[in-house]
């Protein structure tokens, strides 16, 4: 902390993003990633640390036009405890569930787990499923600047992603699910609810007459990035969702993910898991 020189705790969108303008900031939230990473030295606090917990709008989960949209406030455990996500994007829920510990989870952010930008975060699995894009804040000429960016598009390397040093992420949006989508999230780990990823996975589509369209794929802790397994979304893609086709998609989600060997596991165990969860997801989708 000792490079820390102003303290800032903004209760506005455009205080905060003002504060930003100038670069040299570091943004706190629930604090989950960054204090052990600065604690251990992987990352150093800029000139300004700003708390953006007490931002007013950013904190709601709400159905509009259409778009769930998820403020980037929104702790895991508010994600957890959403009776709309549990009716309109499951998916979200039960990798909530399997997020860390409760004490983690009533601090972690969304927002904080996307720009972490680990190749295992928890919640961008089933976000990429939903084919989730970010919103992302700056100013400029006197006003509030949003864009939006896929979420698929977001990550490009571990720890990177495309926000410039003077955007905030302040939500994460998609188009409500069909009546008719069913999708599932796996993650192994030595204590799944407590540890990083070994590896995850995140399959859905909409299924009818037993076959499924839309499918989105998306895998973690198997790529430099969270990864959106293409070839896999096109093996199922409107096929009919028997033995066969979800053995050959376990098949393609093995050759498409292109792990590493480090402390956590080796490569070919990450390949095998990733086969393995894809079958074990795509026959609970199935059994939907």
């Known amino acids: 902390m000792s490079d820390v020189q102003n ?4 209760h506005r969108l455009d205080d905060a993003v003002k504060a930003m303008a100038g670069g040299d ?3 706190l939230c629930g604090g989950t990633d960054l204090s052990p990473q600065t604690d251990s030295g992987l990352r150093e606090y800029a000139g300004t640390l700003m708390n953006i917990r007490r931002i007013e709008g950013l904190s709601g989960i709400d159905l509009i036009d259409g778009q769930i949209r998820i403020g980037a406030l929104v702790t895991v455990t508010g994600i957890g405890n959403s009776q709309l996500l549990d009716e309109l994007a499951p998916v979200l829920v039960e990798a ?15 927002g904080g787990n996307i720009c972490n930008a680990s190749p295992a975060g928890d919640m961008i699995i089933p976000l990429l499923v939903l ?3 970010v919103e992302l804040s700056s100013w400029r000429q006197g006003t509030v600047h949003t864009r939006q960016v896929s979420l698929d598009e977001f990550f490009t390397a571990p720890g990177k992603t495309v926000r410039q040093e003077n955007e905030l992420l302040t939500a994460v949006i998609f188009d409500q699910p069909a009546e008719s989508f069913v999708a599932h999230f796996r993650k192994s780990g030595p204590r799944p609810a407590l540890e990083i990823a070994t ?6 589509g909409r299924l009818e007459n037993g076959s499924l369209s839309g499918v989105r794929v998306a895998m973690g802790a198997v790529a430099p990035t969270p990864l959106r397994a293409r070839s896999v979304e ?4 409107g096929k009919t969702l028997d033995a066969e086709t979800i053995r050959a998609a376990a098949v393609d989600a093995g050759e498409q993910a292109t792990p590493i060997d480090d402390v956590r596991a080796s490569a070919w165990y ?11 997801v795509l026959n609970d989708v199935l059994e939907n």
């Open 7 to 10: 303290y800032l705790s903004p």
């Open 96 to 110: 909530a569930d399997q997020f860390a510990s409760d004490q983690i989870r009533n601090a972690a952010s969304l």
């Open 131 to 133: 084919d989730a894009v």
């Open 234 to 237: 096109a093996t199922l893609e």
């Open 270 to 280: 990450r390949r095998h898991l990733v086969c393995v969860f894809t079958e074990e």
């Open 199 to 204: 590896v995850s996975v995140g399959i859905g």
């Open 25 to 27: 900031t570091t943004v």
